[in-house]
């Protein structure tokens, strides 16, 4: 059995567990009040419920003596039938039964022949009366196996953010600690403190394993939505999910599920085409779009993919020009990636018309800041009349990072990996000095680069002095980081390393600068601030000579 | 007249903290202030007013730390020059919905003041550069000149950024 059945089957006993919990006790407030309107519309939710959640697992057993059931207790509730007589005991023991099933479910056991319950079922429904003979005998038995706890528990997602946050706080007080038993050298509290280390670091990764869904649960919502906004627009969609057993944080699901939804909208209004272009194109009438997952190192991609029409280039560049985004002349020399970017700038959307489904002025950008928020990347590839793809590079996890330590002006600061290129130690006749920027040639692209202190130091409205080679002395330490396929070099004093950190929110007031994504504390103690590079690039954007 | 007499007899004490910031006493009330301790290692945040001396590492909290003397052009030419070597205290004061560290040079010390010691803000006090709506009060207690300050008026985050270059968008 794969983990997802096995998940998928867990879920379907937790939740069934439950539901035959609900329905032991509802069924007992109905034998003290008969026309307990309440009771008996919750046994027809229940019974439904689980005969649909029944029927999706295949088990058609529990599937079929809960539709039964139903049916039964549609009648009482709609009326026209009162729950007396010979009926209760057939419905007590309907109850047991399903009990029954769902627990060999749990145990792996054959499912118990039903069919005497459907059949009473039947007579009851058809106002007939039951067959009773013999229905008292296996109660004993009954009465042992009925208190069943379930193996799973649910918890509220505010509860696993509580204790993510402690344990943010207990590996920040970790590092303190290993970083003092370094410092005072005592061969016990060495000890003491690397075992404590062990722990924290095996409590950490429970802590973050606990809070991981299948990205499925998301993912199962989108056919609905696919067969919604297909019908809208009038096109032909087959929607294929893959890697929905791929685990990743709940609450990062729960940021991308927004931008998911315009992706696949996008997808569907934009992307592809109506039935009568595609064949005219020889495509298929169907248009084709897949949602998937993959998980690549630490971090996990989703994409979203179809096979419409593609992003036309050229009009992207045409309209990047029109929005003074960019002179005519540095458009024609950018590559084709770095001209989809700007489908990410605020405001900038392709669509011609405004439709019901994906116009309503929300654009790419809104995408692009909540992947931002998660200090992930969003990529898009396109290749005209063929298709686009959109891809979410998104973190396991919210509260760990990755991140490059530096240092500047004597003060450690951290870069996210995720926005990271990479290092280069370069002499000055590397660079060259082009309209006041300072550039250096990169896997055969001229990368940009700027004194991380100047750029920081800049105040108000001043923008960067033009850049001399005269002012660079020996080695200079760079990091290139990247945003929106574009890459910026960074001069800081000294790299320092790589290394894990809690990013804790800047507290207010000063969380409205956006050039840091926060704090961390060092094993030192000392505060190091969380550059966000989104902001930074902008900034270099903004104050460029 | 009795009433009179009855509205003045109860003259609740009024605790405070009181400080020097230059060459004067200031007071706050002290349900304001959460604590005060030696200033911890402080991290300067780029992009933020010179008053804004950073962000410092209070027990696991992370708090904003500013200098009022600084703020206000309070300081003596004489004592600038010192500052490097004197070691200061940081009261932490509890705000709206954060926590924000003040500087100052000498130990805090608490004070008790009878309530009608408070007087209102006479207008000459904005000759003054702690500007007016931030003082609740001059309590005079004996030949001391206390101004008693409204810190959650001080300490809003558009008084603290006001002196903020806009961010770069």
Redesign the interface.
Known sequence: MSNREQEYRELFMAEALEYYDAMSRHISELERNPADEEALRELFRLMHNLKSNARAMGYTSIGEAAHHMETVFGQLRDGQATFTGSMVPVLFGGIDTLGELIRAVGEEQALPDVQRLLDNLDRISRGEEPDLEGEEADDDEDVSRKLELSDLVYIQVRKLDHLMNLMGELIIDRDRILTLSREIDHPALTTAAAHFSRIAEELQYSVMDARLVGVGSLFSKFPRVVRDVASTEGKEVNLTLQGEDIQIDRNILQIITDALLHLVRNAIGHGLETAAEREAAGKPAQGQITLSAQAERDDVLVQVQDDGRGIDVASVRRKAVERGLVTRAAAAQLPDAAVRAFLFEPGFSMAKEVTEISGRGVGLDVVKLAIDSLGGQLRVDSVLGEGTTFTLVLPTSIAVKGALLFELDERSYALPLMHTDSVVSLLPDRFSVVGGVLLTRLQGENVPVVSLRELLQLEGDQVLAPARKATLHGRQDIIIVNYNNRRLGLIVDRFLRQQDIVVKAMSKPLDTIDLFGGVTLLGSGQVCLVLDVPALTRLFLAKRP | MPNSEKATAPDPLIQLIVFRLGQEEYGIRIEQVKEVTLTP?I??????PSF?KG???LR?????VVDLEERFQLREAAEVAEEAAAHTYTMAIEAK????GVVVREVPQPLSVPQSAIEQTPDFIQEANIHDKYIEGIARVGDRIIVVLDMLKL???SE??QL??P???
């Open positions: 290692e991290a300067r945040m780029p992009k933020t804004v962000i410092a590492n696991g909290d992370i708090i904003t919905d954060y926590t924000i300490l809003t985050p603290i950024m903020t270059a961010a770069a968008s």
